[in-house]
């Protein structure tokens, strides 16, 4: 095996595994203890891991803060497959929460499209502009105010959290900056978002986490929920295998 092959088969495994053991990749590879040190250094120092006693662990990245109207512009085409999906999970009638989210923003113009006779609660601003260039559809809006955070994009905080109390919602669509799926944390930027993202998820009867594989990757500041919280996450259709059955370990459906 060539030297570029056992360093890809090293990140796939760390990956997949999150660590790694020196024994344990000796014996894989058939190779000495100093050889596999001097590949985990190299991988260190491309960024890859980071070295621990007697083996290393993956590097989680904290989630860069970015402003909505940035978000919504990047990964559009991805993002649009995740939203088409979370557009089947929503029947006639439904009383559906869309927090502050780029899928969302895609998801509520997806419903505008189509013409649904759904009511939607949002706190984010874009959602609610969307409406006001839109009135003709048969979708109803309510518009939750509070705290503007302008780089998050929406109304957050404890005013926030009293409007929504006051709903019975069917669904709630629920975006994230950081997913653990070893652990199952799921975080967000800041406090404020994330205790009215906690609001939203409590008073919804089915709980939806919308997000791009990418954010398994990184963590936000703040801890909102937990995995084991939703009924479901839709994420994007290629993730892989062991990503999948992790994600389940937490009586969570995948779609």
Same mark, same amino acid.
């Given at each position: 095996?060539?030297?570029? #092959?056992?360093? *890809?088969?090293?990140?796939?495994?760390?990956?997949?595994?999150?660590?790694?053991?020196?024994?344990?990749?000796? *014996?894989?590879?058939?190779? +000495?203890?100093?050889?596999?040190?001097?590949? %985990? +250094?190299?991988? #260190? #120092?491309?960024?890859?891991?980071?070295?621990?006693?007697?083996?290393?662990?993956?590097?989680?990245?904290?989630?860069?803060?970015?402003?909505?109207?940035?978000?919504?512009?990047?990964?559009?085409?991805?993002?649009?497959?995740?939203?088409?999906?979370?557009?089947?999970?929503?029947?006639?009638?439904? $009383?559906?929460?869309?927090?502050?989210?780029?899928?969302?923003?895609?998801?509520?113009?997806?419903?505008?499209?189509?013409?649904?006779?759904?009511?939607?609660?949002?706190?984010?601003?874009?959602?609610?502009? $969307?409406?006001?260039?839109?009135?003709?559809?048969?979708?109803? $809006?309510?518009?939750?105010?509070?705290?503007?955070?302008?780089?998050?994009?929406?109304?957050?905080? %404890?005013?926030?959290?009293?409007?929504?109390?006051?709903?019975?919602?069917?669904?709630?669509?629920?975006?994230?900056?950081?997913?653990?799926?070893?652990?199952?944390?799921?975080?967000?930027? #800041?406090?404020? *978002?994330?205790?009215?993202?906690? /609001?939203?998820?409590? +008073?919804?009867?089915?709980?939806?986490?919308?997000?791009?594989?990418?954010?398994?990757?990184?963590?936000?500041?703040?801890? !909102?929920?937990?995995?084991?919280?939703?009924? /479901?996450?839709?994420?994007?259709?290629?993730?892989?295998?062991?990503?999948?059955?992790?994600?389940?370990? !937490?009586?969570?459906?995948?779609?």
């Amino acid at each position: 095996m060539f030297v570029q #092959e056992r360093l *890809d088969k090293i990140i796939k495994l760390i990956n997949e595994n999150n660590k790694v053991k020196v024994n344990e990749l000796s *014996d894989y590879f058939k190779v +000495s203890k100093d050889l596999i040190r001097k590949d %985990l +250094s190299k991988l #260190e #120092e491309a960024g890859y891991l980071k070295r621990t006693y007697g083996g290393a662990i993956k590097i989680r990245h904290s989630a860069e803060t970015l402003t909505i109207s940035s978000r919504i512009s990047k990964n559009v085409e991805n993002k649009q497959k995740i939203a088409l999906k979370a557009l089947e999970e929503i029947k006639e009638g439904d $009383l559906i929460f869309l927090d502050i989210s780029s899928i969302n923003y895609l998801l509520a113009q997806e419903i505008i499209k189509n013409n649904m006779n759904v009511t939607i609660i949002t706190n984010m601003i874009d959602i609610m502009h $969307l409406f006001s260039t839109n009135i003709d559809t048969k979708a109803k $809006l309510i518009g939750i105010g509070g705290n503007c955070n302008k780089i998050i994009g929406g109304f957050v905080g %404890l005013s926030s959290v009293e409007q929504i109390k006051k709903y019975n919602i069917t669904k709630s669509f629920i975006g994230t900056i950081g997913i653990n799926i070893d652990t199952g944390i799921v975080s967000t930027y #800041e406090e404020d *978002d994330g205790l009215t993202k906690k /609001c939203i998820i409590n +008073s919804s009867k089915h709980r939806y986490l919308i997000t791009e594989k990418s954010k398994i990757e990184q963590d936000g500041k703040y801890i !909102f929920s937990s995995l084991t919280d939703f009924n /479901c996450i839709i994420i994007d259709s290629d993730i892989e295998n062991i990503t999948r059955n992790k994600i389940k370990q !937490f009586h969570i459906n995948v779609k």
